[in-house]
């Protein structure tokens, strides 16, 4: 075929590639423009064109026998469908980490879910007293509750911990010292590090003791006509262990008080009930916490508390009314979706008898075990089916771990299966490709790669989930 044959076989077939007009008109097109909006399908029908027309350039002799307007209609359709796909979706944690940041943490019971559609679709009493008719304060709606779970005086919530942190030492100590053992100068994943936040407050830290050793006196000696407030950091996602010394909270809040400071501690996780009780690990209470002196309290609503993203201040009242009359607070508050999902889960903790089965964090960390096992059972024989002889599945305990920081060292056992390729060497490549699919899937799985396997830790698949998961193994593409 001569240059000049091809040249005009190429203009014949760019010729035959419909208008976007004509295309438009098809009872695909049209089927789309009912579903994405016109503009949308415009624009699409016209990259699907341009993209056909570069491609009868490039490769002039492929097979062109298909009907261009067909085709030009089933791309726009999947690039379309492709872009309105959500980019926030949901997945299968099978990290075993339970509050895992980055997966969202906390997963809301139903009461706090309902509760969320319901503040979604009409208006409420946000910021109404519904006695008077008057203006209310969004925080009246639940300090009440926070007062009567922790037993403290007053309370306030923000957008997260972090927040409630630098709220706190923005109202109370700008252009002062704070005084915190470099035992709890800690960084909370990337961004949030207290030594940051106490300078973006406009307040000095005052650095006092060792890494692995503070005493009272530490803290005495520290005190002068500059300081603000005594401060302790929860040492969230590490322990420091051998030759050791801490000062407790109870003695922190006297050396303060003795001296007519405030004495505040950030718990980070927070939980509102001794966990002891559920057969897991101990983490200080709030309440235990306001009842050993502390004069405020921060933590997270999305840690152990089980609720939405939200960071809780307990304490005094004359504190906290400083607290929310500064400037900060209204950058930093709660929108009412956060109030609505919180409501409901604190009032989860006035039966804590039913807490275990309701509140779904709880329920998670306390999965028994046979549960698990029995589960590990059916994925193991699903999986091992659905990924052929390259790979070896088998149910096995493993460990989980709570996350977010809480209880560092503690970890619970679980069961989980654990993959590995039959080959053995060179499994590392295989390995890889098989998390890749398992993220590609429908809902994305995540796992935890370790020690050349892949582990797919069950605490975090709950028996209601189980069958979707089960279902879309067999749309594992290797
Ligand atoms: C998690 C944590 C924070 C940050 O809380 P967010 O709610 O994630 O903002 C701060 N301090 C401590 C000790 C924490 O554990």
């Known amino acids: 075929m001569s240059g000049n044959e091809t ?26 423009i009912a579903e994405y909006g016109r503009t949308q399908v415009v624009d699409a029908i016209r990259a699907a064109a341009d993209a056909l027309r570069r491609e009868l ?80 304060d969004r925080d009246d709606l639940i300090d009440d509750l926070i007062c009567e779970l922790t037993g403290a005086e007053a309370a306030t919530v923000v957008n997260n911990n972090a927040a409630a942190v630098l709220l706190t030492l923005s109202a109370l100590a700008s252009k002062k010292e704070v005084v915190v053992s470099r035992g709890e100068l800690v960084e909370i994943g990337g961004a949030f ?15 006092i003791g060792t890494t692995n050793r503070t005493h009272p006196k530490d803290y005495d000696e520290a005190i002068n006509p500059r300081t603000a407030l005594l401060m302790k950091v929860h040492c969230s996602n590490y322990a420091i262990e051998g030759f050791t010394k801490s000062v407790s909270v109870d003695e922190v ?15 980070g996780s927070g939980t509102l009930v001794d966990l002891a009780q559920f057969g897991l690990p101990t983490e200080p209470t709030v309440r235990e916490t306001v009842d050993a002196g502390a004069d405020l309290v921060t933590f997270s609503g999305d840690k152990l508390l089980g609720g939405p993203q ?66 590990a059972g059916r994925v193991q024989t699903v999986l091992q089916h659905a990924l052929g002889d390259a790979y070896s599945v088998t149910a096995e305990p493993m ?9 560092p060292v503690d970890q619970l056992p679980s069961v989980g299966v654990v993959i590995r390729n039959a080959a053995g060497k060179r499994g590392g490549r295989a390995l890889m490709k098989l998390e890749a699919a398992l993220r590609a899937l429908p809902r994305p799985v995540i796992g935890r790669m370790a020690d050349d396997a892949l582990r797919l830790d069950l605490r975090c698949l709950e028996t209601a989930d189980e069958a979707a998961f089960l279902a879309q193994c067999a749309e594992l593409r290797l």
Do not use: C
């Open 253 to 267: 809040a006297r050396l303060a008080h003795a001296r007519r400071l405030p004495m505040a501690v950030d718990l």
């Open 57 to 136: 350039l490039a490769h002039a002799s492929f097979d062109t026998s298909f009907n261009f307007e067909a085709k030009l209609v089933e791309d726009a359709a999947r690039a379309l469908a492709a872009r309105s796909r959500p980019r926030l979706r949901a997945v299968f944690n099978l990290t075993g980490t339970v509050l895992h940041t980055n997966l969202g943490r906390a997963l809301l019971p139903d009461d706090a879910v309902r509760a969320v559609i319901e503040a979604l679709t009409r208006p409420m009493n946000l910021e109404f007293d519904l006695a008077t008719g008057s203006r209310g």
């Open 193 to 207: 590090r207290i030594p940051d936040i106490m300078s973006r407050a406009g307040a000095k830290l005052r650095e």
């Open 310 to 375: 939200a960071g809780l201040i307990v304490g005094r009242a004359e504190l906290i009314r400083k607290i929310k009359k500064h400037p900060l607070k209204r950058a930093l508050r709660v929108g009412k979706l956060t109030l609505a999902a919180l409501e409901p889960v604190l009032r989860l903790y006035r039966a804590p008898e039913l807490l275990r089965e309701r509140l779904t964090t709880l329920r998670l960390l306390t999965r028994p075990a046979a549960d698990m096992q029995a589960q």
């Open 7 to 32: 040249g005009k076989d190429v203009r014949e077939l760019l010729a035959r590639v419909p208008a976007v007009e004509r295309v438009l008109s098809s009872v695909g097109a049209q089927r789309l």
């Open 399 to 407: 460990m989980s771990q709570i996350g977010s920081g809480a209880l």
